[in-house]
């Protein structure tokens, strides 16, 4: 348990989940194949984004629900709620990408995927 806990503490923090020392991304945008400390393959096989974009449509989605329901049920005007509420949806996601992706390495460590090479195309 506490090695879950772990890897998902340095995928939200976007460190190496092997070694806890290497970066996963060089910028904000571009992740690196390998731990630079260690060798860690963060997302080797093609097609490995979109677990992170997974992660990052159903917590978008938890987090619009939620916000959602507490407009719903305040008195806040509705308007400027909606318009706050469509500019979060547009946002979140876009700075929730890194770390959905981290998070997503770090699943992919844990399970032992990331040791197998990308078999290609069949
Ligand atoms: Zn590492």
Same mark, same amino acid.
């Given at each position: 348990?506490?090695?879950? #806990?772990?890897?998902?503490?340095?995928?939200?923090?976007?460190?190496?989940?092997s070694c806890?020392?290497?970066?996963?991304?060089?910028?904000?945008s571009?992740?690196n194949q390998?731990?630079?400390h260690?060798?860690?393959?963060?997302?080797r096989?093609?097609?490995?984004?979109?677990?992170?974009m997974?992660?990052? #449509?159903?917590?978008?989605l938890?987090?619009?629900i939620?916000?959602?329901? #507490?407009?719903g049920?305040?008195?806040?005007?509705?308007?400027?709620? #909606?318009?706050t509420?469509?500019?979060?949806?547009?946002?979140?996601?876009?700075?929730?990408?890194?770390?959905?992706?981290?998070?997503?390495?770090?699943?992919?460590y844990l399970?032992?995927?990331?040791?197998?090479?990308?078999?290609?195309?069949?």
């Amino acid at each position: 348990m506490w090695r879950f #806990i772990r890897a998902m503490f340095d995928g939200l923090f976007l460190r190496c989940p092997s070694c806890h020392k290497g970066a996963m991304f060089r910028s904000f945008s571009e992740m690196n194949q390998q731990c630079a400390h260690c060798g860690n393959w963060f997302e080797r096989s093609s097609g490995e984004i979109t677990g992170g974009m997974g992660i990052n #449509i159903v917590v978008t989605l938890l987090l619009v629900i939620m916000a959602s329901a #507490i407009v719903g049920f305040s008195t806040l005007p509705v308007l400027p709620s #909606i318009l706050t509420l469509g500019v979060a949806t547009i946002l979140f996601p876009i700075l929730f990408y890194p770390i959905s992706r981290g998070l997503w390495a770090s699943l992919i460590y844990l399970t032992g995927d990331n040791e197998e090479p990308d078999e290609g195309m069949y």
